[in-house]
Nanobody, 121 residues
Framework: QVQLVESGGGLVQPGGSLRLSCAAS????????MRWYRQAPGKERELVAT????????YYADSVKGRFTISRDNAKNTVYLQMNSLKPEDTAVYYC??????????????WGKGTLVTVSS
């Protein structure tokens, strides 16, 4: 079955950088666009970045454009999110997912556990 394992989060000062990784399995990774989302405390999950199946195109939310870079390695079934110039408002749990998301037997979108990014001095 589909598994998504996010890693690389942590505590970082404003202006700092982090690189998130997402190891995927259970589907043909190279056939799907991949996305990074985030969910801040008390807020809904939002789309942060998208990369097409072979990495030829990327798309970003306005809030992260110019600071974040999404990339992928199809040989390693892994998608990355390089985050630079981090701001306190980037604090959130970050999730990756395939597009479209896999459905669970109950019909819900499957999500991994995410990785927590905290930007604070």
């Amino acid at each position: 079955q589909v598994q998504l394992v996010e890693s690389g989060g942590g505590l970082v000062q404003p202006g700092g950088s982090l690189r998130l990784s997402c190891a995927a399995s259970g589907f043909i990774f190279r056939s799907y666009a991949m996305r990074w989302y985030r969910q801040a405390p008390g807020k809904e999950r939002e789309l942060v970045a998208t990369i097409t199946s072979y990495g030829l195109a990327t798309y970003y939310a306005d809030s992260v454009k110019g600071r974040f870079t999404i990339s992928r390695d199809n040989a390693k079934n892994t998608v990355y999110l390089q985050m630079n110039s981090l701001k306190p408002e980037d604090t959130a749990v970050y999730y990756c997912n395939k597009n479209p998301p896999q459905k669970t037997p109950a019909g819900m979108d499957y999500w991994g556990k995410g990785t927590l990014v905290t930007v604070s001095s």
